[in-house]
Nanobody
Framework: QVQLVESGGGLVLPGGSLRLSCAASGSIARIDAMAWYRQGPRKERELVASISSAGNSKYADSVKGRCTTSRDNAKNTIYLQMSNLKPEETAVYYC??????????????????WGQGTQVAVSS
């Protein structure tokens, strides 16, 4: 079974910065795309940033220039560095990964996994 665990959330002042991390664990053969999503109060979940296994990243227009995502494939970890945060970016931030895991009989099992989320609050 594969698990994703986020960390790094918290309370930050408007204009402040925060770095989120998400580590995947379990019987992982490889991880393809990884991504960060967020869901604010009374809002739908939205894509913030994604990154391929080769390190190619894409960003939502709302965060371009203020956020950078990166990954450490050896650690099965993705990061999100956010700066100049705005109150409307208060949300639960979730990581997502497309995982190829090894089953009990060494078979390959493809799955899309989500973390439990980490709360980011931007407020003065």
């Amino acid at each position: 079974q594969v698990q994703l665990v986020e960390s790094g959330g918290g309370l930050v002042l408007p204009g402040g910065s925060l770095r989120l991390s998400c580590a995947a664990s379990g019987s992982i053969a490889r991880i393809d795309a990884m991504a960060w999503y967020r869901q604010g109060p009374r809002k739908e979940r939205e894509l913030v940033a994604s990154i391929s296994s080769a390190g190619n990243s894409k960003y939502a227009d709302s965060v371009k220039g203020r956020c950078t995502t990166s990954r450490d494939n050896a650690k099965n970890t993705i990061y999100l560095q956010m700066s100049n945060l705005k109150p409307e970016e208060t949300a639960v931030y979730y990581c997502y990964a497309e995982v190829m895991a090894r089953g009990a009989s060494s078979e390959y099992i493809a799955s899309n996994e989500w973390g439990q989320g980490t709360q980011v609050a931007v407020s003065s």
